[in-house]
């Protein structure tokens, strides 16, 4: 827990103190900020004169003149009664957050609520940033669980807009930077060898453990689960290999004993290639093998590192292809697969 979050527990906000008053204080405000914004937008279009004949046609000519003297020509003293309510809120909030230390410094309420100081200030550019005090509002509402506008139709139309245009700029941007990196791939020289160094040798013992645990679990797999037919195969060839032999042969020729030694012999041929293979399995989970792997990685890194002819074409084809595929996978627009809802 920060200290800031700690200090929130123990001295709750104003609408954790007061949840009714909070509540009324919030739904006002929400009301005063959206009729002012809505003033705000209505006052400017007026200015037009297209916007003051369709008027004129709607209401009439003479409420048109007197929105134009009384309202629209005092429009900015009209405003600044608004500018003042929302002073007052936010210099009440600030004065409570001071008075019951909701934060550390006296300074921190005004800096984290920035967007309502800007929205104070009376100029054209910065009334805007009242629309965001409407947010803070609804986020207000919605932990108070008044309302919920996530399921708002117009606040689901623009999470979609919003998905759909963030996946599309980010799927440009990661487009570049690959066409970037294949192009950086194609122009090096001896990347073979800096990958080696810098992404192989550093993890040396990391993949050289798990390639032999992998290794030795997937033959002891097979091998328990095919162990019958790879002895009936191995039975099979070194049978057919023996008749063919013309050593046994001459064994099996000698009168009265042959065929019982040919058989011992037989016999004990298939048992040794036999029990061979089934210690080597086994082995493979011993630290004899692991050093093999080390030993066949060791080779391979030196003779990389060693080489004055870099083999790094097919490596950089491989990763220029790697990377490509990659690109395919990001030019995929999912948000296609999305049910249209809205």
Known sequence: MTEQTARAAKNPSWEDRFPRLGLWIDLIMLVLVITNLSWIIFDSLFSF??????????????AVDWYDVHVHAWFFAYDLVFVSIFI????????????????????VYPILHWYDVLGCIPVGELRAFRILRIISVLIRLKKMGVIDYTQWGIYQLFARWYDIGLEQLSDLIAIKILDG??????????????IVERVVVPRKDLLVEVISTRFANLVGHVYAGSREDLEAYIKTAVSQAMHKNPEIRSIEAIPMLGTAVGKIVHHTVNDIVCRSIANAVEGMEGPAFRDLVDDISDTVLNEISR??????????????????????EVRIQRWKALPANL
């Open 88 to 107: 007052t809120e936010l210099v009440a909030r600030w004065a409570y957050a001071i008075w019951h230390r909701t934060y550390s410094h006296w300074m």
């Open 307 to 328: 080489s004055q002819k870099s083999p790094g074409n097919e490596i950089n084809a491989a990763l220029i292809d790697l990377i490509e595929v990659i690109k395919d």
């Open 49 to 62: 004169a297209g916007i003051q004949t369709m008027l004129a046609w709607a209401v009439g000519q003479g």
């Open 181 to 194: 990196v294949q192009v950086e791939i194609q122009s090096g020289e001896g990347l073979d060898k800096k």
